[in-house]
């Protein structure tokens, strides 16, 4: 009973961090140090840890479907979109979206076994912890006062949306930068407003998350016991529940404030880290 406990904590886990930009992946392999499942194979967590996003994924979609659903069949959805079925601004998202994707899927699929061996560690995870708490805090004081020069997930160029896959890339490379954090990060610096980065970025999880829970399913397999299913389904459940309050808590958030306190709280985690780490306990 207690991996059944373990797949629900790991599940809020992913369903808080997924979308807070503060890392799911760092967190998740922390709590692994202190919470491993304990009757399961050996590759188990490798794929555990990236499968139960797929919860969190159809949270994104659920919360966004207007924004993400291409075709307006209704007479009515078809009125406000001019007569037409497809929603052209929509189709156009969703190329600037897959061409986000582009650079860190070449990069994850050629040299994702290299930088998990090399940065898959406390130490690595609590220095890009911290150096993405220093950016978060850097850019917001930079940007303080100035007008976005793109307000909306539709003014977002093609230029732009290669440049925030870019900045993704990080993510891929350094456990503990966080997926969103990088994303959001490199949407402030380029001139996005908050509300627009942060709705990009939730987004741009749908493909991306997809294509790594994909990938890592055929680096593993799907030879999982009638246990490690139940896990599965467990954690991608709790992940799907958690992430439904997170992104409209998120959303709301935002348009009232920065995105300073996620700046230090990964400050604080990663200095905790590198404590714990020096006294052996990570």
């Known amino acids: 009973m207690l991996d059944f406990l373990k797949a ?3 599940g809020i886990i992913e369903g808080i961090t997924e979308w807070l930009p503060i890392s799911s992946t760092g967190h998740l392999i922390l709590a692994e140090k202190f919470l491993p499942f304990e009757e399961t194979g050996e590759n188990f967590f490798n794929v555990f840890d990236v499968v139960i996003q797929l919860g969190a994924i159809l949270a ?6 207007n924004t993400i659903w291409p075709f307006a069949f ?3 959805n078809r009125k406000k979109n001019g007569g037409s079925v497809i929603k052209k601004d929509t189709f156009i998202l969703w190329v600037k979206m897959l061409i986000s994707c582009v650079p860190a899927a070449v990069i994850g699929i050629l040299f994702d076994d290299v930088f998990e061996k090399l940065f898959y560690n406390p130490l690595s995870i609590a220095i890009a912890l911290i150096v993405f708490g220093i950016a978060f805090i850097v850019v917001e004081t930079v940007n303080k006062g100035k007008e976005p020069k793109t307000k909306t997930v ?3 160029t093609f230029t732009s949306a290669l440049l925030i896959g870019i900045f993704q890339v990080l993510a891929a490379i350094f456990p503990g930068t966080s997926r969103s954090g990088a994303t959001i990060v ?7 407003a908050r509300t627009a980065a942060a709705e990009y970025t939730f987004i741009l999880a749908i493909p991306v998350m997809f294509g790594a829970s994909l990938l890592k399913i055929v680096k593993y397999g799907l030879d999982f016991s009638g246990k490690e299913l139940a896990l599965l389904g ?16 998120l959303l709301s958030f935002i348009r009232k ?4 306190p996620f700046g230090w709280y990964r400050i604080g985690l990663g ?3 590198i404590v714990l780490f020096c006294a052996k306990v990570l």
């Open 8 to 10: 629900v904590i790991y």
């Open 60 to 65: 994104v979609v659920i919360v966004l479907w």
């Open 234 to 249: 467990i954690g991608c459940v709790v992940s799907f529940a958690v992430s439904m309050l997170v992104i409209r808590f």
């Open 271 to 273: 200095i905790l880290v």
């Open 257 to 260: 404030s920065d995105f300073k």
């Open 74 to 76: 209704s007479p009515e």
């Open 186 to 192: 490199g949407a402030l610096i380029i001139g996005i």
């Open 154 to 156: 539709w003014d977002i």
